[in-house]
């Protein structure tokens, strides 16, 4: 099969998520599956930046954006990693050469509606100018969810583009595209999809929704978060849309890299390890006390990477700060997000100095450090389309501490006293979201730590999962045949 994958940000060209994680590396995956792969992408200022090999081609092509015709140019470069899969970059400064991706701290880029308007028409004139012969677009969140939309309207009687398929994944319904009603203008199609059933939504253009009802096949990043978003607790607003599609929804786990996350390759941490053999775990755990200027206890070892945001649960955590600093523990914290988290973490560090370390940025090699040096790594999310730092942390040994949640129910299986027994245990979960609830799972976990047998056989049998992108793309690639299959 011939695949074009589409998404707005894609590592290691530009990133402001797991998203760019994983659609630059799910390509690499499919090519070894023996697919024929090809991937678009804006040319952001970054992009420019980045070091790499890129070629401008002598292409150029219009798209219209309401009553403006836009001219833009193509670039082109081999993925790295993979053997032939090559990467268009669209180019269209006045759009895509700014300093970030999608707004300022201030909020949103106003004219995010026509970029991506832009970006999605671009991709299909593309493929036209190059004569592409593609069998199924992937589409990835609602930036490139209205090219579905124009394949069944605008394009539909386009030879080489009417007997494309298209799958549409969704990684966090809580971003749609929602933009106001004047914005349908720019699009370019009829206004009569203006309307509850298609494009409308409350009095407002949904990009994400147009891309749910043209597209072909609707995945998400787990089973659990598939079913989840069928809800009015976790839709945002969708449930509808998605329980009246739900025939052509699907949950694919997302893979993790363990050429880049592995205690057995890791490059960034002070010693390797593996299941068999944990005595590096325990000079890394070493390593990262001394480099936090944490002292040397005999304590377990906690530790949380985030998005510093009440979705990660750090609201959870402060409320507990105080008493869970009373245990018997050290805990390592890594993350920017919001600045009234960052506050309350700060303001607690120098009363726990021996404690707590608070690092309010975001460094990679630290993260690799502290999935190698924690006993147990902490994930208490209110919702988790899928995550991916608790199977980075299962393959380093270290112990999840998870929300019954989306990706996180699917991964993670919980250290009650009969999974124990029968050696499917992989971590610890809860299932509400209180505060309370988030410290009795920790001392769960503090208390089955005491235990150096048990425990030992947790951490062995947290390391044997096996969450590569491997099982997915396998998933990805049957799910890409059998919408080909479809009349």
């Known amino acids: 099969m011939k695949i074009a994958e589409v998404s707005p940000e894609i590592i290691p060209y530009a990133k402001t998520g797991g998203l760019a994680d994983v659609v630059g590396t799910l390509p690499i995956h499919l090519e070894k599956a023996g697919q024929e792969i090809s991937i678009f992408m804006p040319l952001y200022k970054s992009v420019r930046e980045s070091g790499l090999d890129l070629k401008l081609m002598d292409i150029t092509f219009d798209v219209p954006v309401g009553d403006v015709v836009c001219t833009g140019h ?82 539909a009687r386009e030879k080489i583009l009417s007997s494309m398929k298209t799958v549409l994944t969704i990684h966090n319904l809580a971003y749609q595209g929602l933009f106001q009603h004047e914005d349908m203008k720019l699009t370019g199609l009829d206004h009569s999809l203006f309307n509850p059933l298609q494009l409308e939504h409350w009095g407002k253009i949904n990009f994400l929704k147009g891309g749910i009802v043209f597209s072909d096949i609707v995945t998400t990043v787990s089973r659990k978060y598939a079913e989840e978003i069928k809800t009015v607790e976790f839709g945002c607003g969708l449930e509808g849309v998605l329980e009246e599609h739900e025939n052509k929804l699907y949950g694919i786990i997302n893979g993790v890299d363990y050429d880049q996350w592995s205690p057995e390759n890791g490059k960034f941490i002070s010693h390797k390890y593996n299941s068999e053999d944990l005595r590096g775990k325990v000079l890394c755990k070493k390593h990262l006390r001394k480099l936090l200027n944490l002292p040397q206890l005999k304590t377990p070892l906690l530790g949380m990477i985030s998005r510093l945001a009440e979705q990660k649960g750090v609201d959870l955590l402060v409320v507990i700060m105080d008493d869970l600093m009373k245990r018997d523990l050290q805990l390592v914290i890594l993350g920017i997000g919001e600045e009234k988290y960052h506050q309350m973490l700060k303001e607690a560090a120098p009363r726990y100095k021996e404690k707590l370390s608070v690092n309010i940025m975001f460094d990679n090699q630290l993260a690799h450090q502290i999935e190698a040096g924690a006993d147990i790594f902490l994930m208490p999310s209110k919702y988790e389309p899928c995550g991916l730092s608790q199977m980075y942390s299962l393959k380093y040994g270290t112990i999840p501490v998870v929300r019954e949640t989306g990706g996180l129910a699917d991964t993670i299986i919980d250290a009650n006293d009969e999974n124990l027994r029968n050696g499917t245990a992989t971590g610890f979960t809860m299932k509400g979201y209180f505060a309370t609830e988030l410290l009795f799972t920790i001392d769960r976990a503090l208390e089955l730590y005491k235990s150096k047998t048990k425990w030992n056989a947790l951490r062995k049998n947290a390391m044997k999962q096996d969450w590569s992108w491997n099982k997915s793309a396998r998933e990805y690639v049957e799910l890409f045949k059998s919408v080909l299959a479809k009349e």
């Open 74 to 155: 193509l670039w082109k470069s081999i993925h790295p990693g993979s053997k032939n899969i090559v990467v268009y970059f669209i180019q269209r400064d006045e759009y895509y050469d700014r300093d970030a991706l999608y707004g300022t701290e201030s909020g949103d880029y106003p004219d995010n509606a026509e970029r991506y308007i832009f970006l999605s028409r671009a991709v299909l004139e593309v493929i036209k100018r190059l004569g592409l012969s593609i069998d199924v677009i992937h589409c990835h969140d609602w930036q490139t969810a209205l090219i579905p939309v124009y394949l069944k309207t605008l394009y």
